[in-house]
């Protein structure tokens, strides 16, 4: 019987090559075609063809990528579906989420999403949405990179992040996407996160959609900060004196969300305040 080898015999990948396939694979995924060019790939990434070409070879024999049988453009592979799903149908986040955001939608008629933190990129990303019954809403990118800084959603998830990434995210924040505003100083940053930890929830007026009242609380698991589960409409709609009953409902829902998803006693100071 053919023994296994010895890890020291194991050829070593340099981490350079793992980084580039991983950012290759993410570009991939990303595109708003089904298949890109390798030398579009190559340009977006700051990778030489040759580069990009080798590291598509790599992932295409792995089957994480495919190329097209009637170009040289690549797409995803078998593998990357097969794992993919895989992973859905291990993730019940937002399945679970479901019933409270639509407890949210069915009360108050507007927009209301969950967010979670994507801490490899110091941003967050909605991955569920409920829509009111209004013909207008707001166009609201799902699954891509935003602001920790700007908007309840964000902010109420940068509130209960240690304090040096806190500061380092601040550091490369732009100017509100909405009104143009300068990110705030870190000692304006830091009253205003002790005053979301202090209340458990964030309210925003017009900082990462013009228009646009937010209000937001956030949701634990085992290990801190999850995400936020959040809602937003336009001033007319949300008006002050709603604000008490939008308050209270976002975050009793956030709140319940996250005994649902790991229990009561994750965040005990959280959940008997």
């Known amino acids: 019987m053919k023994q296994p080898k010895d890890t020291e015999d194991l050829p070593t990948i340099p981490t350079g090559s793992v980084a580039r396939s ?78 409270y955001i639509k407890s949210i939608v069915k009360e108050f008629d507007e927009t209301t ?64 996407p909405a009104s143009g505003n300068p990110p705030p100083t870190w000692e304006e940053l830091q009253i205003s996160l002790a005053e979301i930890r202090e209340n458990q929830y964030a309210l925003s007026y017009g900082e990462k959609l013009p228009g646009a009242r937010g209000v937001s609380a956030p949701v634990f698991d085992a290990n801190g900060i999850l995400g936020s589960l959040v809602i937003t409409g336009p001033y007319n709609r949300m008006t002050k004196n709603r604000e008490t009953d939008l308050i209270s409902m976002v975050t009793s829902a956030a709140k319940e969300l996250s005994k649902t998803l790991y229990g009561e006693n994750t965040r005990k100071e959280y959940f008997d305040a």
Request: aromatic share 6%; with cysteine; charged share 20%.
């Open 22 to 99: 991983l950012r290759i694979l993410a570009a991939v995924t990303e595109a708003s075609e089904p298949s890109v060019q390798v030398s579009s790939l190559a340009r977006e990434l700051g990778l030489s063809n040759s580069t990009t070409h080798r590291m598509l070879r790599i992932l295409t024999e792995e089957g994480w990528i495919r190329q097209s049988c009637t170009d040289q453009s690549y797409g995803l592979g078998g593998t990357f579906y097969r794992l993919a799903a895989q992973a859905i149908e291990k993730m019940s986040l937002t399945d679970l989420a479901r019933p």
């Open 113 to 176: 999403l969950l967010s979670v933190y994507l801490p490899g990129e110091s941003s967050m990303t909605f991955v569920a949405r409920e829509d009111g019954t209004h013909p207008l809403q707001y166009r609201i990118s799902m699954n891509k990179p935003m602001s920790l800084v700007w908007g309840a959603s964000g902010r109420v998830i940068l509130a209960y992040l240690p304090e040096e990434t806190a500061k380092s995210i601040l550091t490369i924040e732009d100017s509100s």
